[in-house]
């Protein structure tokens, strides 16, 4: 008898996993029926009885050999293991999905507290997000955010898009500041991660033109390109890290741009009831600010691995200007309409220039983020000093004078310096970094 139990346990169970659910279930009810009398095995039909019927969305069938299955183990004497874990979390998924939260969360802490005490156990990380969205919704906030920084730290598979709306709810309710921060990050680092390991289809490359490289100019053009190829080839981690930067720029846009429409319906909801419907540059202007950061970090990127190093800090300069140009405005809003009225008089562009300094801006920031400010004035100090403004010592380090037989002195400069790539690598990442710090101050939940 025992071996007839065991050929159409191994039937039932081979069907279902080729996904011959009515083979499976005619198997499985066969060995129920032979094994009447012994509980464990009745349990392990039952079991996957049960499991048959959720698949194949039965719940009411599901719950009915649940109710069998749990009389059967209790006759057994079996006790809370993975299988009952496993049969708590389908449970509790099913009263989830009816709004039954109370027996939903009953069944998931069953469930956890098995996975609490071991680790192998599989849906454990599933058990732990499913439990935490109960309790958000039964506005237990403060609970349900550590179990989804656990869920975070267990399954590095995650749902960044889930994971980000289930916080979003939680955080807007709770005072976790810490904890809401360093979760946000780990959505958003996880987020980069995953868009460094996407590969995009390269742009197709177009055929030069006649007598391309042939003159100086294009020629010049030509070389360009050559060492920024070799410098990419050559760059190594520190290339990598550029990568990097750009992908948290790329991956905080999208976020960015979502809560500036945000906020702009939300206020053009109260301009209409002002009746006043026209949309300010204020709306959107960090997220243009962002852009523009982000694009004059590649435009750089692509002069200083040409081995155009003083001219890359030139861009530099205003990729990191962007970003202080966003403090502004962000932190003192009333600034916005000088900014776009700054040609409408002389006065008014004096005005500008004086509130846009990059001295004023910098006092301003360093009464809100005192080492941001310090570090984003060291990186400003150094662009200007190693070419972003036009100074004696740049000058004489691209220069080389000197003196041919007859007396006469020759100089040249030199444009091209693919030996000094590993300058810009390094400041380039300063930039990028104290860049996208600058915009995670102002927007922590969108910026990575």
């Not at 006043?276 to 692509?302: K, M, P, T």
């Not at 932190?331 to 500008?352: F, G, I, N, T």
């Not at 846009?356 to 360093?366: P, R, T």
């Not at 036009?390 to 310096?417: C, K, M, W």
Request: hydrophobic share 40%; proline share 4%; with cysteine.
């Amino acid at each position: 008898m025992a071996q007839e139990i065991e050929k159409y346990i191994l039937k039932g169970v081979k069907a279902f996993d080729e996904g011959h659910f009515k083979a499976a279930e005619s198997a499985l009810k066969i060995a129920l029926k032979l094994a009447k009398g012994q509980p464990k095995q009745e349990a392990f039909c039952l079991f996957k009885l049960a499991m048959l019927a959720l698949h194949r969305k039965r719940h009411s069938t599901a719950m009915r050999a649940l109710d069998l299955w749990q009389k059967a183990r209790d006759s057994a004497g079996l006790g809370e293991d993975q299988d009952w874990a496993t049969i708590q979390y389908c449970l509790g998924t099913i009263h989830y999905k009816h709004q039954r939260l109370p027996e939903a969360e009953q069944c998931f802490r069953n469930a956890l507290r098995v996975g609490d005490k071991d680790a192998s156990f599989e849906k454990l990380p599933d058990v732990v997000y499913s439990l935490a969205l109960v309790l958000i919704q039964l506005e237990c906030f403060d609970e349900a955010i550590p179990l989804m920084e656990r869920y975070i730290k267990k399954s590095p598979s995650f749902d960044t898009n889930a994971v980000r709306e289930i916080l979003t709810l939680a955080l807007r309710n709770s005072e976790q500041a810490q904890t809401k921060r360093a979760l946000i990050k780990s959505v958003l680092a996880k987020e980069t991660a995953e868009l460094l390991e996407t590969p995009c289809n390269p742009p197709q490359r177009v055929d030069v033109p006649a007598g391309w490289g042939t003159d100086r100019f294009t020629e010049f053009l030509q070389l360009s390109e050559n060492n920024l190829v070799s410098s990419i080839a050559l760059g190594g981690n520190s290339f990598g890290s550029l990568k990097e930067l750009d992908a948290r720029f790329r991956v905080s846009y999208p976020k960015l741009r979502e809560y500036v429409m945000e906020r702009m319906f939300h206020r053009s909801q109260a301009d209409q009831m002002a009746q006043q419907s026209a949309v300010v540059l204020s709306d959107w202007i960090e997220a243009f600010f962002f852009a523009r950061c982000h694009s004059s970090f590649l435009g750089a990127a692509q002069l200083g691995l040409s081995g155009l190093i003083p001219e890359s800090f030139m861009v530099l300069r205003g990729s990191l200007e962007n970003a202080m140009y966003a403090y502004r405005v962000y932190s003192s809003p009333d600034l916005v309409d000088v900014w776009e009225k700054r040609k409408q008089s002389p006065s008014d562009l004096k005005r500008c220039k004086d509130k846009f300094s990059i001295k004023n801006i910098g006092e301003s920031m360093a009464t809100r983020y005192s080492k941001l400010s310090e570090d984003c004035a060291a990186v400003y100090d150094y662009l200007i000093e190693e070419g972003a403004h036009p100074n004696p010592a740049v000058f004489a380090s691209h220069a080389e004078s000197t003196r041919t037989e007859q007396g006469d002195h020759i100089l040249r400069v030199s444009y091209l310096h693919p030996e000094r790539v590993d300058l810009f690598l390094e400041t380039a990442h300063k930039v990028g970094d104290i860049s996208l710090r600058i915009f995670a101050e102002l927007f922590p939940d969108q910026v990575a």
